[in-house]
């Protein structure tokens, strides 16, 4: 499905310099559309209007700038809560048969089965909890340090939005654990750092800025969360 046309000033971007842009392409009807040209940088404002959604999602796996653009500025995607929370069902999931596999018992009594499923519930409230004191520690350091980029509350939900939606590499989690073999811990290892790669690019497309910063927040963001562990931890719950 292709955009719409034409949109109020700063609507779409170039995915390839970031410039704001009114239109993706014009329609000349009867089937004839034109890719607008970009006014600052000469290239197609957004190529991937052409592109089949699988060669986006490769690009978008790839951790292409431009294909960042093209979802976050001149698509209409609505998925970023239902993503979250099925990303974090995933998550607890792990969780929770890693704590079902250190524990020997198996009496199949009720009692037992309602606390394996309240541990569920735990593993996902505890999930919820790290991401988002990492995200807040994400916040907490590009507001710090970048002011000017944060300075509407649109600016926060673009972030925000921009963030969940990176987080798409956590559905990896359960087929790893599926086919769960000897290099299991190693891909759930791959699965966290590509996650904060797709992290530090979403920022990094998002707020316009160089490589290092985005990093540089999610440093923190990774303090934070694991702040937040080790209280679990002294608290006696399994995380």
């Known amino acids: 499905v292709l955009p719409r046309p034409m949109a109020a000033l700063g609507a779409y971007r170039c995915i390839e310099c970031n410039e704001e842009a009114t239109e993706l392409y014009r329609d000349y009807q009867r089937g004839v559309l034109r890719i607008s040209i970009c006014k600052s940088c000469q290239k197609p404002v957004d190529k991937y209007i052409e592109y089949d959604p699988v060669i986006i999602l490769i690009n978008a796996v790839l951790c292409k700038a431009q294909a960042y653009r093209h979802i976050l500025f001149n698509t209409k995607i609505n998925i970023h809560g239902k993503l979250c929370i099925f990303c974090l069902l995933c998550e607890a999931y792990i969780r929770w048969l890693q704590l079902q596999d250190s524990s020997q018992n198996t009496d199949p009594d009720d009692l037992i089965r309602y606390a394996k499923e309240w541990d569920f519930y735990r593993m996902f409230g505890i999930a919820s909890l790290e991401q988002t004191s990492f995200f807040l520690g994400i916040f907490i350091t590009l507001w710090w340090m970048t002011p000017e980029m944060l300075k509407r509350k649109s600016d926060f939900i673009l972030l925000l939005k921009a ?33 904060l790669i797709s992290n530090s690019q979403a920022i990094r497309v998002t707020l316009n800025l160089n490589r290092i910063l985005p990093w540089f927040a999610i440093f923190f963001g990774l303090i934070l969360e694991n702040g937040v562990v080790c209280l679990f931890q002294k608290m006696g719950w399994d995380v």
């Open 163 to 195: 963030l969940l939606l990176s987080t798409y590499g956590k559905l990896l989690l359960i087929p790893a654990v599926i086919w769960e073999h000897d290099y299991t811990p190693l891909c759930l290892a791959f699965i966290k750092v590509f996650v």
